[in-house]
Every structure is written in structure tokens, then in C-alpha cells.
């Protein structure tokens, strides 16, 4: 099916709709980053893991990261090589396993490194063991999302290390980022190299996490390879790892849903969708952020400014068709009044949507697309009764 994609006019049912030449856009970038910085930028999975996709993905990277047992499973036999790995806590019931899918795995702490380092150096004799570190730093300022915040459960902090590493730890891992800019990399960069630096010669490679949003317009990826390219000056014989997941997805693709009715209480109008902010979009409730709607403008979420029909046309609030009583956002103004049926476009919906929804309430899952340059929708997965039912089997 093709279809026109500014108005998916032709499309009447909900989608994620990845655009391929978007798509390739960040790639050659990302591309082009680990390249002039001698940086290996790899994806990770908790943001984007629609593996028939991943043909794409390897004309430009070689490799993935999971955080998981299934994840590693996925990269290794999907993806096509082995993943760097790092979990919160592995399990005698694990270890072996993700070991094997793994070229690079990280301890979330000494005590699981002498736990397993062991049981994971014997289910896969050439993988490179390393250490998640916590620098105490981050300006990630939404807690639910923030890593190093005060009793984080996340990484060894420097005064819990000893001064000669496990002979095994070949590297670290430290991730203090989200959708961040190369400024604040570069602030971040001098904590961990002053809490950490003396074991730097101790190490092969540092994984500097995700967070990285290399192809936000705004970001200044000539300051991150001039970071990167300093780093390398300073410390020649440690190989760098970088593992965003946002950065590969920015603004590749929507999710498109359409109106099924329009309600009003107290002169607010709300325009139910056919898809959710609880099941499909979580994170505009849990950081909370308001998307922005192709073809309108964003008023805000101000539960305070409400907008009365009689004073603010074609001004409405959207919600989502679950029974959860906060599952809207608001509010947007449109050029007209909307219509049942009418498409309902949420822009830069590709990453952390997919990975994280739910069928709560057992709502329909929208589909899976891929569009092509010329327009052409290719139906990656379609949902069904059989896939909710399974799940609760």
C-alpha cells in the first residue's frame, strides 16, 4: 500500500509507521561520528528492537547492546553478532546463557562479578569482562530516569573499589545520560575522569552508556568528536564505546491513530483515540512530556488552563481508549473541528514505544510498519486477539 506521508490519509487503522529514509538519515551520522572519532556507537535495545529492521541497521553498525536475557538472545541471532551486555542482576539461571550471546558483559557490582565471573568467562572463554561504575553525577534532572541519583541501585561507586581491579575487569561502564547534549557529555566526562581515572590503566575499553542524542537538530556533534578524539589523546590504549538508543530513532516516524468519537464534560472536549498514553506512549506519562500532533499546535498540560468550547475552538484535550481514568494529555489547537474518523498524527514515536507498550485493558496493539522512500507501507506485524490471549496464558 502506498500512502502520502504528511497525511496517511490512506491509513485508517493505528500504526508506528518507521521511515526508512529518515531513518538512514541518523545512521550515516551515527555513522559518520564513530568514524571520525574511532568510537564504537552501537544500539541499544531498551530503546528500539524491531528486528526486521535490522538489515538496515548493519550496513551502518556492527553490533547491539541488551540488558537482558531475551535481548541478548535477539541481538545474537537476529542481529547477527554478539552483544555487550550489561543487567542489574545476573542469576545462576542466566549467566551461562547470556554469556554465550555476549562479546562484552558488565557487572552491575563486585559481589555479582564474584558471583559469576566465573560461570561467565567458562560459557564463553572470549568475552571481555567489564565493571558499571557510578561517577555520583548526572543532569538528568527527571529522577524516574536519572542513574546516578542518590541511592541509585545503579554501578560501584569510587570509594567501593579497590585499588588493583579483579584481573578480569577489562573495562567500565558508565552511563549518566539521557537524550543529552555533548556539553553536558563533556561536564560528565571530567567527573568520571577524575573519580575513576587512576584505574583507567588498568582497563582495555570504557563504554560511555547512552543518552548521546547525536541527531537531536541542536546537538553539537563536532564538540562530541572533539571530546572523544581528547579522551583518545589522553588515554591512547583505551578503546570507546557508545550505546544510544534515542539517537538512532529521532524523528524517524509517527504514530498514527484516529478520532472514534468526541466527548464533553464542563466545556472541556476531549477526542478519543484508538490508542493509548498508558499502553502506547507511557513515557509522555511517566516523564511527562507532551508530544507534539502533526497539523496542530501544542497549547500545553497545564491542568489549570482549561479551554472552554465557547471560548476556544477547534481546542482539544487527547485521550486514549483505556479505563484508566489520567490516560489523556492536553491541550492542542486544531485548524477545524475534528471528525470521527480523522487521522491523529503523534510526531517522533519510533523510540521507547514499541519496547515498552502494554495491552492493558487488552486494547489493540497498533501495527508495526516500515515505509519506504517511495511511500510504500510494508507491514512489519500485525496484531491480534491470539497475541493478547497468549499472554495471558
Not at 538512532?248 to 472514534?260: A, D, I, K, R
Not at 502533526?294 to 487527547?318: C, N, Q, V, W
Amino acid at each position: 500500500m502506498k500512502v502520502d506521508l504528511q497525511t496517511f490519509s490512506q491509513l485508517h487503522y493505528p500504526a508506528y509507521v518507521l521511515e526508512e529514509l529518515r531513518l538512514r538519515k541518523n545512521l550515516k551520522l551515527i555513522s559518520s561520528v564513530a568514524r571520525r572519532s574511532d568510537t564504537t556507537i552501537i544500539l541499544a535495545f531498551k530503546a528500539f528492537a524491531l528486528w526486521k529492521t535490522f538489515s538496515i541497521f548493519r550496513e551502518y553498525i556492527p553490533a547491539t547492546t541488551a540488558s537482558s536475557l531475551y535481548e541478548a538472545r535477539l541481538g545474537y541471532e537476529k542481529f547477527g553478532s554478539r552483544v555487550h551486555t550489561f543487567c542489574p542482576g545476573y542469576t545462576d539461571d542466566n549467566i551461562s546463557e547470556i554469556a554465550h550471546y555476549s562479546s562484552h558483559l558488565i557487572f552491575n557490582s563486585l559481589s555479582q562479578h564474584q558471583s559469576f565471573a566465573a560461570k561467565a568467562k567458562n560459557a564463553n572463554p572470549e568475552i571481555s569482562l567489564g565493571l558499571r561504575v557510578n561517577p555520583e553525577y548526572s543532569e538528568v534532572e527527571t529522577l524516574l530516569y536519572n542513574p546516578c541519583a542518590p541511592g541509585s541501585r545503579f554501578g560501584v561507586t569510587a570509594d567501593q573499589l579497590p585499588e588493583e581491579l579483579p584481573k578480569d575487569i577489562e573495562g567500565f561502564h558508565c552511563h549518566c545520560h539521557c537524550e543529552s547534549g555533548a556539553d553536558v557529555f563533556q561536564r560528565t566526562l571530567a567527573h568520571i575522569e577524575e573519580k575513576f581515572g587512576k584505574w583507567f590503566p588498568q582497563l582495555k575499553w570504557i563504554n560511555f552508556g547512552g543518552g548521546h542524542l547525536m541527531t537531536r537538530k541542536d546537538y553539537d556533534t563536532e564538540l562530541l568528536i572533539n571530546i572523544l578524539n581528547g579522551f583518545h589523546k589522553r588515554h591512547p590504549h583505551l578503546k570507546l564505546i557508545l550505546e544510544p538508543g534515542s539517537a538512532f530513532l529521532w524523528q524517524t516516524g509517527p504514530l498514527v491513530s484516529q478520532v472514534v468519537d468526541i466527548v464533553e464534560n464542563h466545556g472541556i472536549r476531549t477526542a478519543i483515540l484508538n490508542v493509548s498514553f498508558t499502553c502506547h506512549m507511557p513515557d509522555c506519562l511517566e516523564m511527562p512530556y507532551q508530544p507534539q500532533v502533526r497539523f496542530a499546535e501544542s497549547i500545553g498540560t497545564d491542568a489549570d488552563g482549561l479551554y472552554p468550547a465557547e471560548k476556544a475552538p477547534h481546542i482539544y484535550r487527547l485521550g486514549g481508549d483505556s479505563c484508566l481514568s489520567g490516560d489523556f494529555m492536553g491541550y492542542w489547537k486544531f485548524d477545524h473541528e475534528l471528525q470521527v474518523g480523522e487521522n491523529i498524527i503523534f510526531e517522533d514515536m519510533i523510540h521507547y514505544t514499541t519496547v515498552k507498550t502494554t495491552m492493558f485493558n487488552g486494547i489493540s496493539h497498533p501495527s508495526l510498519m516500515l515505509a519506504h522512500p517511495d511511500g510504500e507501507l510494508e507491514m512489519l506485524r500485525k496484531f491480534s486477539y491470539e497475541d493478547y490471549m497468549n499472554r495471558m496464558d
